[in-house]
């Protein structure tokens, strides 16, 4: 079994800044791609970043030059630094991680809980 945990979430004033942390733990003989995604209420589940293996990032076009993603392979984690927050990025933001669990499975797409990110003065 796979789990992946997030933390990191909380309330902030518009500008402030939050660090995500997502962590990977369980049955994992390969992690390929790491992402976050984000749920606001009354909308879709949206991308916000990704991250490959080999450290090429994606972003949506609401949070660039904001928000960082990285990760760090060795501790199964990745993160989301997000600077200059704004009320509109509230919302549950969710791990993602596209993992394979033998060396035999193709990769699965897992994901976290969520986390809850608020944005309010």
């Known amino acids: 079994q796979v789990q992946l945990v997030e933390s990191g979430g909380g309330l902030v004033q518009p500008g402030g800044s939050l660090r995500l942390s997502c962590t990977a733990s369980?049955?994992?003989?390969?992690?390929?791609?790491m992402g976050w995604y984000r749920q606001a209420p009354g909308k879709q589940r949206e991308l916000v970043a990704t991250?490959?293996?080999?450290?090429?990032?994606n972003y949506a076009d609401s949070v660039k030059g904001r928000f960082a993603i990285s990760r760090d392979n060795a501790k199964n984690t990745v993160y989301l630094q997000m600077n200059g927050l704004k009320s509109e990025d509230t919302a549950v933001y969710y791990c993602n991680a596209q993992i394979r669990t033998t060396v035999v499975a193709g990769p699965l797409g897992y994901w976290g809980q969520g986390t809850q990110v608020t944005v309010s003065s």
């Open positions: 991250i490959t293996v080999g450290g090429s990032t």
């Open positions: 369980g049955s994992i003989f390969s992690i390929y791609a």
